[in-house]
């Protein structure tokens, strides 16, 4: 069975930084691109970062860039979502999901979901 499970996220200060993981089990991420969203109460599913299957192309929405950092590791089948001097706009549950070949920052592309991890920005 084709699983994702992210991790990482905590209650941290404005400025702080964290490290999301997304570990992929029951399928190898050579043939995936992985994107990372965002959900904040209220709102719609946002896209984040992605990145390719080869890691060349790698993606983020505007809010984000300079500030996180998207990259992934086949050998040990996870991708990671560094995120620094965060905001408390910021703060959402994240979801790690996969893509066949591509990388979309549109989650309707997207086939596999993991269940997310809460990230809370706040003083």
């Known amino acids: 069975q084709l699983q994702l499970v992210e991790s990482g996220g905590d209650l941290v200060q404005p400025g702080g930084s964290l490290r999301l993981s997304c570990a992929a089990s029951?399928?190898?991420?050579?043939?995936?691109?992985i994107g990372w969203f965002r959900q904040a109460p209220g709102k719609e599913r946002e896209g984040v970062s992605c990145?390719?299957?080869?890691?060349?192309?790698?993606k983020y929405t505007d809010s984000v860039k300079g500030r996180f950092t998207i990259s992934r590791d086949n050998a040990k089948t996870t991708v990671y979502l560094q995120m620094n001097s965060l905001k408390p706009e910021d703060t959402a549950v994240y979801y790690c999901?996969?893509?066949?070949?591509?990388?979309?920052?549109?989650?309707?592309?997207?086939?596999?979901w993991g269940q997310g991890t809460q990230v809370t920005v706040s003083s």
């Open positions: 990145i390719s299957k080869s890691g060349g192309i790698t």
């Open positions: 029951g399928f190898t991420l050579d043939y995936y691109g």
């Open positions: 999901a996969a893509v066949r070949y591509s990388c979309s920052l549109g989650p309707q592309y997207y086939d596999y």
